[in-house]
C-alpha cells in the first residue's frame, strides 16, 4: 500500500474516532435526539470522505450510534469504515457487538 493511501486511512480512521469520541461525551438526552441519519462531507488529505452518523432506537429501548466513513473508489468501488457504541437508559455505553456492527460497514 502506498504511503499516500496509509495517510488517508490514518485521516479516515481519525476522523471517525473524533465524531464517535464527541457523541459518546453527549447526554443521553442528546443522542435521544439525534436524527435517525446524518450526513457531511470532509476533506482528508484532498479526498472527499462521506461521514454519515446513524441513530437506531434497538428493541430493548437502547440507543446505538454509528459513525460510518465512505471513500469513493475506482469504477464505483469504495471503503468504508465504521465504528460506533450502544448507549442505555442509565447513560452506560458499550462498543457495538460484531452483529450491530456489521450492517454499518
Excluded at 474516532?17 to 435526539?33: H, I, P, R
Aim: hydrophobic share 40%; aromatic share 6%; proline share 4%.
Amino acid at each position: 500500500m502506498c504511503r499516500q493511501s496509509v495517510d488517508l486511512q490514518q485521516a479516515v480512521t481519525a476522523a471517525v474516532s473524533n465524531k464517535l469520541a464527541n457523541l459518546s461525551a453527549k447526554s443521553l438526552e442528546e443522542l435521544a435526539s439525534l436524527p435517525d441519519q446524518s450526513n457531511e462531507e470532509v476533506d482528508l488529505n484532498g479526498t472527499r470522505i462521506a461521514l454519515a452518523v446513524w441513530h437506531d432506537v434497538l428493541p430493548s429501548k437502547e440507543h446505538l450510534i454509528a459513525v460510518q466513513a465512505y471513500k469513493p473508489g475506482k469504477l464505483g468501488v469504495g471503503r468504508m469504515y465504521a465504528d460506533g457504541f450502544v448507549v442505555n437508559s442509565r447513560n452506560e455505553q458499550r462498543k457495538l457487538t460484531q452483529d450491530e456492527w456489521a450492517p454499518f460497514s
